[in-house]
């Protein structure tokens, strides 16, 4: 249900930079899946999950964003090297704790230094 509102809200806007969070990422890719020439660009902030197919962008900006303490558990050391390599793969870009400093949290968008975050994510995705 979600995959087909991002769907049709993109129908009314046009091509979109499109911001997601944490679950909403997987919601997003799905969409991408479906609709790519809806997307201008993909932020995913703290990503749940991400596509493990051929993920191919074309003109698209791919800009993934993760906080820290990825190593307290397996599955985000995992996740973290997933989004590493979906990275490195498609030309998208990773902004983490190397870029940001240590201490970010999952809701990344109200961290302290959350205009630090957004000024990064903007000089990716924004030419």
């Known amino acids: 249900m979600q995959t087909v509102a991002l769907l049709n809200v993109l129908k009314w806007t046009g091509p979109a930079h499109v911001i997601c969070h944490s679950q909403g990422a997987e919601f997003t890719f799905d969409a991408w899946a479906e609709a790519p020439s809806a997307f201008v660009s993909i932020t995913a902030l703290e990503l749940s999950g991400y596509p493990t197919g051929d993920f191919i962008l074309g003109n698209m900006l ?9 190593d307290v558990f397996p599955i985000w050391r995992e996740r973290h ?13 990773l902004i983490d704790d190397a870029d940001l400093g240590p201490g970010n949290s999952h809701v990344l968008m109200q ?3 959350s205009v630090q975050i957004l ?9």
Do not use: E, H, Y
């Open 111 to 113: 961290d302290r230094n």
């Open 62 to 70: 791919l800009c993934l964003v993760a906080g820290d303490f990825l």
């Open 81 to 93: 090297f997933g989004w590493l390599r979906l990275a490195s793969t498609t030309g998208g870009s």
């Open 119 to 127: 000024s990064a994510v903007l000089s990716r995705i924004i030419s």
